[in-house]
C-alpha cells in the first residue's frame, strides 16, 4: 500500500470515491454512537455494586465515630489512610471530600481567588490578572473550570514525557501565572506518564509568583490497562525537598473505580497548606458523606483491595482500546497520514490527524451517528491551533459499537486527508 | 416565691450561697454533657437505617438513568419532583447537590463573589466592600461562611415575626447591602416562624442594591414538634409577583430527615437565576451523588412520607424539648429574671438571661461539665450586645442528660443573675 502522498491526484480522487461510496452506505445504517466521554461502562460499575451491601448489618460505625451524624469534616482516619496509599502520601496529608474531585479543585481555586494560600500577597482575586497554564491536549474540564472562574489560560504543548518544561519555565518568569493543571498518569487525554525528570522540575523550577499552585489531578493514578503499572514520583515529596512546600495540590477520586456518579473524592497537601484549606472547608461544610466513605472502605478496604478491583477494570477496558488501536493501525498504519497514543492505562487515546482536518472528522463522524468530542477541546478556549486532535474514549461503549466506530472514524479521518489533500 | 428583685440584698446573699452549695456538689459528679449543636440522636438516626437497603435488589436505575454512573448535575427528575414538594415550589425551580445545604449557600455566595448574579452590575467581588443583613439572634454557621468570604455582617434584631423590617428597610438604603440570611421556619435559634407580613415586605422592599439576595435557608421546613405545623407563604411566588424573581434562593436538605451526615441537599429558585446557577455549578461538577438520591427516593417516597417520618422525629424530640422548658418553668418562672422561647418545632430553644449574664453562665456550666454553644455565638462576629442570649440544644443527649441539664443550667442561671444582682 502507497502512502496518499505518493499517490497521484487521480489515484487519490479514486480513494476518495471509493470511501465517500462507503460512508454514504454507513450513514443509511443510522448509527447512534458516542465516543466523547470517559464514563465506565455498566460492566465496569457492576463491579462495585456490592458496594451498597456495606452496612446491611447496621453498623454505621468507623473510628468510634457514628457516620450517620455530622461532624469530622476532611474525612475518617480510616478513610484518610487508604487515600494515603492511593496517593502515596501520609494520613495526614489528606482532606476527603465529597463525591467529585472537580469540586474539589473548583472549591481550592475559589478560595485561592477569595481567599488566598498561604504564601499569596493578597486573594488571587485581587490582582489584576490571573492565568493558569494548561499544557495541552489537556482535560477540557480543567480549562472550563479555570474559565469560569475569570482565568486566563496559557496554552504548553505537551511532550512525551509531560508539559513542555522549557515552556513552562519561560512561562513563570510571569508573576500573573499563579498555577498550573497537571493529570500526571495516563493524562487525559493522550494517556501521557510525567518522567521523574519533569516531576522534578516542576517542584524545583523557580516561579515569579510566590504562591504558584500545581493541581495535581491524578484521576487516573490506580487505572492501569494492563498489568505493569506506570508510576511517579512523590510530587508532594519533591516540593518540599526543593523548598516549596505548599506548592502542591494533589487530588484524586474514586469515580472510576467504584461508581463514577458516587464515589468520594479527596486531596493531599503539605500540612501547613492542608490546615489551610481545612480551615476554610469548615466554613463551608459541616461535613461530607461519611456513610459513603465507610461504604468505600468496607468494600475497597486497602491499595491492594483497589489494585485488584481494577485489573478487572483493565479486563474489561483493554479490549476496547485494542479495537480502536487495532483499527488505527491496520487502517491507517502504512498511509503516514495521522498518529496516535497508545496509552498503558487511563480512559483516552490521543489522535492526531493531518492538521487542519479535525474540525471535520469530526463533523463527518457526527453526520453518520458517531459522537467524538469535539475538535479542539483538548485545548484552551477550545481552540487546537492545530486542528489536529482527537480524544477518543472508548469506555463506555459496547465492544460491537467500538468496532463499528472505529472503522468509520478510520474512514471519516482518510476522508477528510484526501478532501485536504485534492484542495 | 419572691422575684429575685423583691429580695433583699441580704436574702439574695443567702440564696446565692445555697445555689453555690449545691453548683459545688454538682461540680463533684464528673457531668460530661453536651447541648451545643442541632444533632439528631441516635434513636432519630435508627429511624432512617432501612434507606441503605434501596438498592439491594441491583436496580441502581432511576428515570432511565444509571445512577451509578456520570450526569444529570442538578439532580433526577424524581429527585427533583420530591424536594419541589418539600420546598413547596415547581420541580423546574429545584437543584439537587450533595450531601450538605451549608456547601450549597457557599457556592452560591462564591459564585456571587467570583461571577455575580443575573442582575449584578458586575460580580460582588469587585465591589470594595460587601454586606450581608444577620438577623440575630441567628445561625452562627451562617455569619462564619460569610465572614470566611470577606463579607461585613450587618445585625438586624430578630423579632417575633421574623427581622425586624424596619431596620431590614432601612439597611437596603445601603447599596453594598447585598444579601440577607433567612431561616424562616422554626428558626436557629430561636424557633421563630416569619409571619406573612414580614415575607411579602422581603420580596417586595426597594432595595439600593440591583441583586440583593435572600438566602433563604429552610432548614427545618419539615421539622415540626407538634401535630400542627407552621405554614410559611412562597417566598419565591412573593418576590416573582413583586417583580423581584431573581431575588431569592431557597435552600433544604434531608440532613435532619435521614443520616445528617449522609443526606441530599438542594436550592430552588426562579427559572434565570437557576440556569444561571446550574450552569456555574456544571464548570464544577459533573454530577452529586445520584445513588444517595435514589436512596433518599425509594426511603421518602413523597411529601407525605416525609410527614409521617418527621411525625416520628418529633415524638423523640418533643420530650427533650419539654425537659428543658419545664425545668425554665418551674426553676425560673416565678423568678422574672430570664425568658426564653417556646418553639413549635426546629432543634433549639433560645434562652434570655439577665444582660451581661449569658458568658457567665456558659462558663459556669462548662467548668460543671455542660457545654453550651458559647454565649453570643448567635450574633454576628460573636457579640451578642446585651451578653442575655443562650442557644440550648436538646436534640442529641439523652432524657435523663437533658434532666441533668437542665437543673444545671437553671442552677448556673440563677448564680450569675444574683452574682450581677450583688456585684
Given at each position: 500500500?502507497?502512502?496518499?502522498?505518493?499517490?497521484?491526484?487521480?489515484?487519490?480522487?479514486?480513494?476518495?470515491?471509493?470511501?465517500?461510496?462507503?460512508?454514504?452506505?454507513i450513514c443509511t445504517l443510522g448509527y447512534k454512537l458516542d465516543l466523547t466521554r470517559g464514563k465506565p461502562c455498566p460492566e465496569q460499575l457492576a463491579l462495585?455494586?456490592?458496594?451498597?451491601?456495606?452496612?446491611?448489618?447496621?453498623?454505621?460505625?468507623?473510628?468510634?465515630?457514628?457516620?450517620?451524624?455530622?461532624?469530622?469534616p476532611g474525612g475518617l482516619p480510616s478513610t484518610k489512610k487508604l487515600f494515603a496509599e492511593l496517593m502515596e502520601v501520609q494520613p495526614e496529608n489528606v482532606f476527603v471530600g465529597g463525591n467529585a474531585s472537580l469540586q474539589l479543585m473548583s472549591d481550592v481555586l475559589m478560595r485561592c481567588l477569595?481567599?488566598?494560600?498561604p504564601d499569596s500577597p493578597r486573594p488571587w482575586g485581587r490582582e489584576e490578572v490571573v492565568k493558569i497554564l494548561c499544557p495541552c491536549p489537556g482535560y477540557d474540564r480543567h480549562f472550563h473550570l479555570a474559565l469560569s472562574?475569570?482565568?486566563?489560560?496559557?496554552?504548553i504543548p505537551m511532550l512525551a514525557d509531560g508539559p513542555d518544561m522549557d515552556a513552562v519555565r519561560e512561562a513563570l518568569r510571569d508573576p500573573q501565572v499563579k498555577g498550573i493543571w497537571c493529570v500526571p498518569k495516563y493524562s487525559n487525554p493522550d494517556g501521557t506518564t510525567y518522567s521523574e525528570e519533569v516531576c522534578r522540575k516542576l517542584a524545583a523550577l523557580t516561579t515569579a509568583a510566590p504562591d504558584f499552585l500545581i493541581l495535581w489531578d491524578n484521576a487516573y493514578c490506580m487505572h492501569p490497562l494492563y498489568e505493569e503499572i506506570d508510576s511517579i514520583p512523590n510530587i508532594l515529596e519533591l516540593c518540599e525537598r526543593a523548598g516549596h512546600p505548599n506548592r502542591v495540590v494533589m487530588f484524586c477520586s474514586t469515580s472510576k473505580l467504584t461508581h463514577a456518579g458516587a464515589g468520594v473524592a479527596a486531596l493531599a497537601a503539605n500540612r501547613e497548606l492542608l490546615s489551610h484549606l481545612t480551615k476554610l472547608y469548615g466554613y463551608s461544610i459541616i461535613s461530607f458523606n461519611k456513610v459513603n466513605e465507610l461504604l468505600h472502605l468496607r468494600f475497597l478496604k486497602d491499595r491492594s483491595g483497589v489494585e485488584a478491583l481494577m485489573q478487572k477494570h483493565a479486563d474489561i477496558l483493554r479490549p476496547k482500546f485494542e479495537i480502536v488501536l487495532n483499527a488505527l493501525d491496520s487502517e491507517l498504519g502504512e498511509l503516514d497520514i495521522a498518529k496516535w497514543t497508545h496509552p498503558r492505562g487511563g480512559y483516552f487515546i490521543g489522535l492526531y490527524a493531518m492538521p487542519g482536518t479535525a474540525s471535520r472528522i469530526y463533523a463527518l463522524c457526527?453526520?453518520?451517528?458517531?459522537?467524538?468530542?469535539?475538535?479542539?477541546?483538548?485545548?484552551?478556549?477550545?481552540?487546537?491551533?492545530?486542528?489536529?486532535?482527537?480524544?477518543?474514549?472508548?469506555?463506555?461503549?459496547?465492544?460491537?459499537?467500538?468496532?463499528?466506530?472505529?472503522?468509520?472514524?478510520?474512514?471519516?479521518?482518510?476522508?477528510?486527508?484526501?478532501?485536504r489533500m485534492q484542495s
Open positions: 500500500m502507497k502512502t496518499y502522498a505518493n499517490l497521484t491526484r487521480a489515484e487519490r480522487q479514486s480513494a476518495l470515491e471509493t470511501l465517500r461510496a462507503r460512508y454514504a452506505e462495585s455494586d456490592a458496594l451498597w451491601n456495606g452496612v446491611a448489618d447496621g453498623d454505621f460505625t468507623l473510628d468510634g465515630v457514628d457516620t450517620r451524624n455530622y461532624g469530622m477569595i481567599n488566598g494560600l472562574l475569570g482565568l486566563t489560560l496559557v496554552p457526527r453526520d453518520a451517528g458517531l459522537i467524538l468530542t469535539p475538535a479542539g477541546a483538548a485545548y484552551p478556549y477550545g481552540r487546537d491551533p492545530q486542528d489536529s486532535h482527537l480524544r477518543i474514549a472508548p469506555s463506555f461503549a459496547s465492544l460491537e459499537e467500538i468496532e463499528k466506530a472505529a472503522e468509520l472514524l478510520t474512514l471519516c479521518l482518510k476522508i477528510a486527508t484526501l478532501e
